[in-house]
Antibody, heavy 116, light 107 residues
Framework: VQLVQSGAAVKRPGSSIKVSCKAS????????LGWVRQAPGQGLEWVGR????????DYAQQFQGRVTLTADTATTTAYMEMSSLRSDDTAVYYC??????????WGQGTLVTVSS | EVVLTQSPGTLSLSPGERATLSCRAS???????LAWYRQKPGQAPRLLIF???TRATGIPDRFSGSGSGTDFALTISRLEPEDFAVYYC?????????FGQGTKVEI
């Protein structure tokens, strides 16, 4: 399993961003796709997760209403869209896929910089 | 929400020594879906252990994970220079996924 994310982006405060995560390997629709972020000098923070085979997403409380997680099973690509960006959303965003036996696979990360 | 508490905050050791890191969960972790990562400055987290005790692909056998329920540990049998880094535990059985605050292993 490999996860390849879209490239770094610089966004203005108040704008939106959509980060993609292209998965290769087996059973895209079977397992959970999570999103995690890490702000500069900080720890790891869960954003939310999407379960493709039932089409359901859930989100960390602090991102409810501002983040939308989706996936396209035809192209085996997951997306994280975040709106109303603020400077404290500056972080590296990672997609993380679960696998059989509790395995985990991480994307390479996407740096999102929010700056005026 | 499963809160993960890592200890100690910082571990000061020398190359060749043994390191034991702890991760305590506020409630039982379903199916022992508990992972460990090593993160060096400026790099992405590297998955070491998943399912509490299974080494990820390419991870040397000096790393071992143990524990179940609420108490988990990561042991590094002989520290190599590249092991001086920050380590995180991660619960991913149920929503919300949570992370410990990290343990720094320093020389």
């Amino acid at each position: 399993v490999q996860l390849v994310q879209s490239g770094a982006a610089v966004k203005r405060p108040g704008s939106s961003i959509k980060v993609s995560c292209k998965a290769s390997g087996d059973s895209f629709g079977t397992y959970t796709l999570g999103w995690v972020r890490q702000a500069p000098g900080q720890g790891l923070e869960w954003v939310g997760r999407f379960i493709p085979f039932i089409g359901v997403a859930d989100y960390a409380q602090q991102f409810q209403g501002r983040v939308t997680l989706t996936a396209d099973t035809a192209t085996t690509t997951a997306y994280m869209e975040m709106s109303s960006l603020r400077s404290d959303d500056t972080a590296v965003y990672y997609c993380v896929r679960t696998g059989s036996g509790g395995s985990l696979f991480w994307g390479q990360g996407t740096l999102v910089t929010v700056s005026s | 929400e499963v809160v993960l508490t890592q200890s100690p905050g910082t571990l000061s050791l020398s190359p060749g020594e043994r390191a034991t890191l702890s991760c305590r969960a506020s409630q039982g972790v379903t199916d022992n879906y508990l992972a460990w990562y090593r993160q060096k400055p400026g790099q992405a987290p590297r998955l070491l252990i998943f399912g509490a005790s299974t080494r990820a692909t390419g991870i040397p056998d000096r790393f071992s994970g143990s524990g179940s329920g609420t108490d988990f540990a990561l042991t590094i049998s002989r520290l190599e220079p590249e092991d001086f880094a920050v380590y995180y535990c991660h619960h991913y059985a149920t929503s919300p996924w949570t992370f410990g605050q990290g343990t720094k292993v320093e020389i």
